[in-house]
C-alpha cells in the first residue's frame, strides 16, 4: 500500500490530452513539493517534473505538473507512442523519507 | 558523461547479505547525495534512504534500520548499500540515484540521476 495514491492506468489517443492524479496527506504534499518520474519500460526512473511544476533540462514542454492542497496532477498533452510508460509522483514526507505512488501505468490507444 | 554505474546482477541465499555498489562519474561525488531505490518485480518504486558522501552521514527508511548500511569510497567515487539478512522479499531491482535538497515553500528532496539498477534474487 502507497502512502500516495495513483490511478493504476491511463490512456489516451496520439494527440490527446492525458492527466494523472496524485493524493497524499497534509505530511507530504500538503506541505512539500512533488517531483515526477517517467519509467520506459525495462529502464530506470527518469526524472520529468520536479518542484511541483519544473521541467528539468530535455524534457518537452508537453509536460506538466501542478499541485493543489494535497494532491498534484501530471498532465501531457499532444500525447505520443513514447509517452507510454510508468509514472509515479513522489513527495518528501515529515515522517523523515521519500514516499512514492504506486505508479500509474500509461498506455497509449 | 554523468552517470552512475552499478555492480552487477546478485544471486543470495535467504540470510546472506549483499553489497551494492554504484560508481559516480562526471561530477563531483562528494557534492550530492546519493540514495537507494528499490523495485520488486512489477511492483513500485520504494525508498531506502540516504548517504552524503562527503560526511557519511546517512538516513534509512524506518523499514530498512538495522539491516541497511549505506556507506562511500570517495576515493573512487563509489557508494555502497548493503542488506543483510535477506529474505525472498528482497527480490528486487535496486537503484541508486542522486539527490537533490531544495528548502523553501516546503521541502523538496528529488532524484535527478539514476542508475541503471542491479537485480538482486534471494532464492534457496
Known amino acids: 500500500q502507497s502512502v500516495l495514491t495513483q490511478p493504476p492506468s491511463a490512456s489516451g489517443t496520439p494527440g490527446q490530452r492525458v492527466t494523472i492524479s496524485c493524493s497524499g496527506s497534509s505530511s507530504n504534499i500538503g506541505s512539500n513539493t512533488v517531483n515526477w518520474y517517467q519509467q520506459l519500460p525495462g529502464t530506470a526512473p527518469k526524472l520529468l517534473i520536479y518542484s511541483n511544476n519544473q521541467r528539468p533540462s530535455g524534457v518537452p514542454d508537453r509536460f506538466s505538473g501542478s499541485k493543489s492542497g494535497t494532491s498534484a496532477s501530471l498532465a501531457i498533452s499532444g500525447l505520443q507512442s513514447e509517452d507510454e510508460a510508468d509514472y509515479y509522483c513522489?513527495?518528501?514526507?515529515?515522517?523523515?523519507?521519500?514516499?512514492f505512488g504506486g505508479g500509474t501505468k500509461l498506455t497509449v490507444l | 558523461q554523468v552517470q552512475l554505474v552499478q555492480s552487477g546482477a546478485e544471486v543470495k541465499k535467504p540470510g546472506a547479505s549483499v553489497k551494492v555498489s554504484c560508481k559516480a562519474s562526471?561530477?563531483?561525488?562528494?557534492?550530492?547525495?546519493i540514495n537507494w531505490v528499490r523495485q520488486a518485480t512489477g511492483q513500485g518504486l520504494e525508498w531506502m534512504g540516504w548517504m552524503n558522501p562527503n560526511s557519511g552521514n546517512t538516513g534509512y527508511a524506518q523499514k530498512f534500520q538495522g539491516r541497511v548500511t549505506m556507506t562511500r569510497n570517495t576515493s573512487i567515487s563509489t557508494a555502497y548499500m548493503e542488506l543483510s539478512s535477506l529474505r525472498s522479499e528482497d527480490t528486487a531491482v535496486y537503484y541508486c540515484?542522486?539527490?537533490?535538497?531544495?528548502?523553501?515553500?516546503?521541502?523538496?528532496?528529488?532524484?535527478?540521476?539514476w542508475g541503471r539498477g542491479t537485480l538482486v534474487t534471494v532464492s534457496s
Open positions: 562526471g561530477y563531483t561525488f562528494t557534492s550530492y547525495d
Open positions: 540515484a542522486r539527490g537533490r535538497v531544495v528548502v523553501g515553500t516546503g521541502f523538496n528532496w528529488y532524484f535527478d540521476l
Open positions: 513522489a513527495a518528501w514526507d515529515d515522517s523523515l523519507h521519500v514516499v
